[in-house]
């Protein structure tokens, strides 16, 4: 084991693969010689050489589209957005092409776009999305989005040996503020199954990414028996999890830094009140940024996306119920 | 928010088709006023037909712009009774809301927090119901700690774990199986023996001039359910040719063959009732006599294939008849299990109108309060309603020749039937067909 940073491990990750395994190589703007915009593939060209750790043209439908031209061909290419923003440029290759060859033509599509998203830093409305729920509505993709420094490796393995196109969230606010003990060496963490972060018994906070820090300082402080539970797969949603930690405590909280409308949220929450309705004690409740495009001005920033004492009060008024 | 003007899409709420036979409803009371934000399914307005109460239910989100149609009014299905204006918007103030805005600068509460003034006691969620059922909890004696009073599942799970759930009492619906009296003083005498002690005589006797009250008197309008049964009543009354034929029937094969059933039925959740066992009677011998299970329509008698057989429900606001489809299908125990079920949903309120439309026979069972003779009134347009009556210990000629005695549990089956449609001999051959039946009853 070894303290790492959330960035730390992602680089950790990728370069683990691209040392186990030779098909995988990565590509994106400023990658290379510069080492990324957040320093992730630092030093990567020296260790990897140019062939494998590529600087794309700023076109992000380019390097969408050859990523689905290399993995077709048996590579596992690894995308960098350089924001997660920037994936709109490259839609029509990520959801018409990549997310459909398996179900068009049988074909396998393994390779893995990493998408810098979240704000928080006043990047403004291009550098602080949080687009999770466009893939989450195109069939064909997985969506993964870790929380912490061991699942940030783990993930992203386990994202590249995947078969299908993963789309892997990185939450920028993450980057350096989140450290945890990383396993070294051959570390995967499966897609698909959430993690509970806290034990609780009164009150179910689903979050992930950005949101499940600020829940367990919430429920720190208010010390009280709240249960918090990791998505980290997005796509496809843990249900079991899901559904065990309702029945449990029969309240639920769904937390997460993107917009509200067809959001994460609103998709949990729905399937709370299909398969859990007879465990329910209070309406099922969401803590979300509002429909809105993320402010550059600092307070205004602040306003919209969901802050410590958003979450405390969420969840004193559900615990209270 | 921006406060674009929006745009005006008036859409009209009618009068909904409420089963096959409803042609028309009336308006109880609004439950919206216009002007008011309704949300899509919000109930807009009571109405009540000859079967049923109903609540209309908006058709979409929106605000209630003008009702066409005012309470009392009595409109046929497909008329619009509504505008709803499905262009508004929440936010838009009420006309009257300005003037009901305290003038305090207090800002509002957010939208979505629960509103800590309401009592919510009443109000049980999903868990805390099914935690009430599954451990037998009357939940009128929990004390509840969420906000408003309302009880919490944590309030359950402290309960159970202290051991000190208040079982619900289970309801003791069934009735002494036997009565030596038809009147049973230890029993709360029926509401209408409630109605106030005679008033003095003196303002004498009949309606008081000018409509003057008498002191000691109470008046309240009608329930729109009484209005009903009042008029079907006299309708009744006045078309059919009303005849009552009586039967004596022994019990005592049918009280053994229900002491042999009662309990595996019981564990199947079917409440085994004498009533089940004369439907069953019923529904094989109208298959002897058509012309009973029959309406008459102008000049013409209507005999039908099927027996629909309508069950007398006594409520505390009236009566209701809901109807068990193709009973000649059912089995005794189908018969029971369908019997409690439509009077168990009759009681909480449940019935839809198709559950008491479409009737070709009916029982009725005032015995069980009681009673030993009857003359009921046929539930139109049928032309027979056969009443059971208290089962009663009584004294009986059991062999004509040895002219033994013996004590059987004994009632009354009397019926009511339409002369215009059958005569006397008909009748009495149907219920001797009946009697023979249960006085018969194989095991």
Known sequence: ?321 | MSSSPTDTQLIEIVMPQMGVSVAEGTIVEWSKRPGDWVERDETVALVTTDKIDVEIPSPAAGRLAETLVEPGDTVDVGTPLAQLDAGARPGEAHPEEHQEEAPSAAPQEPKGRPDEETDRSGFHSPIVRRMADEHGIDLSGVEGTGIGGRIRKRDLVALIESGAETAAEPAETERPLHIESPYRPDEPAPAAAEAPSAAPAEAGNGAAPGGDILPGEQRESMSPMRRRIAEHMLESRRTSAHCTTIVEVDLHRVVATRRELKEAMKRRGVPLTYLAFVASAVVAELDRHPILNASIDGDEIVYHDDVNLGIAVALDSGLIVPVIRHAQRLSLEGLASEIGRLAQRARSGELEPNDVAGGTFTITNPGQFGAVLATPIINQPQVAILDLEAVVKRPVVIDDESEAIAVRPMTNLCMSWDHRALDGAEAARFLSGVKDRLEEWEL
């Open chain 1, 1 to 321: 084991m070894a303290e790492m940073t959330y960035l730390q491990a992602i680089s950790d990750g990728l370069r683990e693969e691209m040392r186990r395994d030779e098909a995988v190589f990565c590509l994106g703007e400023d990658i290379g010689a510069f080492g990324g915009a957040f320093k992730v593939t630092d030093g990567f060209m020296e260790e990897f050489g140019a062939d494998r750790v590529l600087d794309t043209p700023l076109a992000e439908n380019m390097i969408i589209g050859a990523c689905v031209g290399a993995a077709i061909e048996g590579m596992k290419p690894v995308a960098e957005m350089q924001f997660a923003d920037f994936i709109a440029c490259g839609f029509d290759q990520l959801v018409n092409v990549a997310g459909k060859l398996h179900y068009r033509q049988g074909v396998s599509v393994p390779m893995v776009v990493r998408l810098p998203s979240g704000g928080g830093f006043s990047g403004g409305p291009f550098h602080s999305q949080n687009p999770e729920a466009w893939f989450l509505q195109s069939p064909g993709l997985k969506v993964v989005a870790p929380a912490t420094a061991e699942d940030a490796k783990g993930l992203l393995v386990s994202a590249i040996r995947d078969p299908n196109p993963v789309c892997y969230l990185e939450h920028k606010g993450l980057y350096r503020h989140v450290k945890g003990e990383v396993p070294e060496g051959d570390h995967a963490v499966p897609l698909g199954e959430a993690r509970i972060a806290r034990e609780g018994g009164e009150l179910s906070v689903i979050a992930y990414g950005s949101s499940v820090p600020l829940a367990l300082q919430a429920a720190e402080e208010l010390d009280e028996d709240i249960e918090i539970l990791d998505l980290r797969t997005l796509n496809p949603l843990d249900a079991d999890a899901i559904l065990a930690s309702v029945e449990k405590t029969g309240k639920v909280l769904i937390a997460h830094e993107a917009t509200r409308s067809c959001g994460v949220g609103a998709e949990v929450a729905s399937l709370v009140s299909e398969r859990a309705f007879e465990s329910l004690d209070a309406p099922v409740r969401r803590l979300t940024a509002p429909d809105v495009p993320i402010p550059f001005s600092p307070p205004l920033e602040q306003s919209v996306l969901p802050q410590l004492d958003d979450m405390k009060e969420a969840c004193r008024e559900l615990l209270a119920y």
